[in-house]
């Protein structure tokens, strides 16, 4: 039901992949400028009529938007906090990113679900940490239901994917 793999987020085939996004939902570097990019402008565009009609997405929270030419359904765009030392409430905003995540998955039918490494990019989350808050949300909330099918951690480098298949 969980898997580990290292990879390029943009080449995985799921119901539905999770963008390490930005508030502004509009596209930045990283994961997040690798998805925009091999999406094209669809995404670009359902992200633009998110931040009109709400004003983007606030750190925790997540929205979805079609997957363009990505070969997923969807894409789920969620803001993962910047590390300040752990003194601004990082632990549960990371959290809620997976959480929020899943919901939306649930919420649109979505049996697969991939997510990249978040905040442990440039946000500067350490990895460690990052890696055990994501498996222990993931595993709690897919306790709670049996509509997802699978749920894959998709690792860009080999030292977060050594993190993630220890704790799997």
């Not at 930045?28 to 009529?49: M, N, P, S, T, Y």
């Not at 709690?140 to 480098?157: N, Y």
Request: glycine share 10%; hydrophobic share 40%.
């Amino acid at each position: 039901m969980i898997e580990v793999i290292k990879g390029d987020i943009t080449t995985i085939a799921a119901d539905a992949i999770v963008n390490a996004a930005n508030t502004s939902l509009l596209g930045g570097g990283g994961v997040d400028g690798a998805i925009h990019r091999a999406g094209g402008k669809a995404i670009l565009e359902d992200c633009i009529k998110i931040k009109n009609k709400q004003g983007g997405c606030k750190v925790g929270e997540a929205v979805i938007t079609t997957a363009g030419n990505l070969p997923a359904k969807y894409v789920i765009h969620t803001v993962g906090p910047k590390w300040n030392g752990g003194q601004s409430n990082e632990a549960s905003l990371l959290a809620a990113c997976y959480r929020n995540s899943l919901f939306l998955a649930l919420k649109n039918d979505a049996k697969s679900i991939a997510f990249p490494n978040i905040s442990t990019g440039i946000y500067g989350y350490p990895k460690e940490a990052a890696a055990t808050i994501a498996v222990d949300t993931v595993r709690e909330f897919l306790g709670r239901q049996d509509q997802i099918d699978k749920v894959l951690f998709v690792c860009f480098d080999k030292e977060n994917f050594m993190l993630y298949d220890k704790l799997l």
